[in-house]
């Protein structure tokens, strides 16, 4: 038998497609090649996030080999569309399961939540090392959200998913320290060296000047002169608050000096057009998902950010989307559970405001603070991009993959 290579990827999403979750795994992928690791990819083939025309179902790019599984690809606004989408994808995957036997070790994401069974079973024939990279926890997060009921058969053989995945890992990745305190008290098989903290990340592309962003042909209705604009961007779905968001624009109606952009996907954003349509919110522009340079120029033209989780999801997941707005130093505004990472790193630095679900007034407040002190805006906004500089570079962040996987290989 030929000698094994290093690490695998096993993920849904991966190169080219440019959503946090193609682009954070390959970025990984990418610095543990330039390691001197031999890394592969089995994913899913690009349809929905993808530019390129013609995309090969096997390449070797950035010295990884990629191999790309077709699999149904419905539309994920449904649960339904979801859940077929999964289980066709991991149903690829097991059809080139031998695969994972060329390999040393798998690193699998939580996404889809069925999918890291395949890396259990390379496990137990293969003796294959497994990492697990959990984005989010299930079924919690499907209960809390009521995706799906503690009584449903999804829900049954997704704890019994898990208490296989968790005895069959050598390292799971928690993207935040109240995610890796969620786990570790709820996933009784797991140990506290077994579950590491790792970021997700943002590729440093510098602070770059607003005028020339606003000349974007599709910004050319945002006023921008001496108004604040207000952003949020990324996926605006069911793990989102919206209301307190929505509650705090209201207040803003007729006020010519603040101005609010939303961009991105999700079944909540549906709603926020039509709340915005129904009540003739002229201050609220909604574009949708943005990437590439049209992302960057609207960072540029941004004078804040509003991230959000709904209630009782913090240790669940992280929005990773912080990390862009932190890089573009901006004020953070973030609706989301005090004794998360983010909430403590805006607090503790003086960087931005950490609220809580149902808190408008004092989302208001800080809008407010922020459109009439440009000079505590332009020293929080610093203070965010010192906090991105220090803790969530790409370069900073893919170096502890390396490292770990380095004491993994090795032991």
């Keep these: ?92 995957v097991t059809l080139h399961f031998r695969e994972l036997r060329k390999y040393k070790a798998v690193i699998v994401y939580s996404n889809p939540p069925v999918l890291p069974l395949i890396a259990v079973l390379a496990n137990k024939l293969f003796n294959t090392k497994v990492v697990f990279v959990s984005y989010d926890v299930y079924p919690e997060m499907a209960h809390i959200t009521n995706t799906i009921s503690e009584d449903s058969i999804i829900s049954k053989m997704m704890k019994i998913i898990n208490k296989s995945i968790f005895k069959h890992v ?10 890796r305190a969620y786990l570790l008290e709820h996933r009784s098989s797991l140990s ?41 961007f990324g996926n605006m779905g069911i793990c989102q608050d919206l ?39 002229e201050n609220v522009t909604i574009f949708d998902f943005l990437h590439g340079q049209d992302f960057q120029d609207a960072l540029n033209i941004s004078d804040c950010f509003i991230i959000s989780l709904a209630d009782g999801l913090t240790g669940l997941a992280v929005p990773s989307k912080t990390y ?19 909430a403590k790193d805006l607090k503790d630095n003086n960087a931005g405001y950490a609220l809580q679900v149902g808190e408008s007034p004092k989302l208001v407040s800080a809008i407010k603070e922020l459109r009439d002190d440009r000079d505590k805006r332009d020293y929080m906004g610093e203070n965010c991009r010192n906090i991105f500089l220090e803790k969530y570079t790409k370069e900073e962040c893919t170096q502890q993959y390396v490292q770990m996987m380095q004491r993994i290989l090795e032991a």
Excluded at 170 to 179: G, I, R
Aim: hydrophobic fraction near 40%; aromatic fraction near 10%.
């Design 324 to 342: 862009s707005y932190m890089m573009a130093s901006k004020p953070v505004i973030a609706i989301i559970g005090e004794d998360s990472d983010i």
């Design 192 to 232: 506290e060296h077994q579950v590491e903290v790792i970021p997700n990340w943002y590729e440093d592309k510098g602070v770059s000047n607003a005028k020339e962003s606003s000349k974007n042909k599709l910004f050319r209705s945002i006023k921008k002169d001496e108004n604040l604009i207000v952003s949020y």
């Design 1 to 92: 038998m030929k000698k094994k290579k290093d690490i695998i990827f096993l993920c849904q999403y991966f190169y080219p497609e440019y959503i946090s979750s193609a682009t954070l795994p390959f970025d990984t992928a990418v610095a543990l090649s330039k390691a001197g690791f031999t890394v592969g990819a089995l994913s899913g083939f690009p349809k929905e996030y993808n530019l390129n025309d013609k995309v090969p179902l096997q390449e070797t790019h950035e010295n990884i080999e990629i191999r790309r599984l077709k699999y149904i690809q419905l539309k994920r606004s449904k649960f339904i569309g979801r859940i077929i989408n999964y289980f066709s994808f991991t149903l690829s």
């Design 243 to 281: 209301d307190t968001i929505v509650e705090a624009i209201r207040k803003f109606k007729n006020e010519s000096k603040v101005q609010f952009i939303f961009a991105g996907h999700g079944n909540k954003m549906e709603i926020l057009r039509n709340i915005v349509e129904k009540e003739s919110l």
């Design 170 to 179: 050598n390292k799971v990745v928690a993207l935040s320290n109240e995610m």
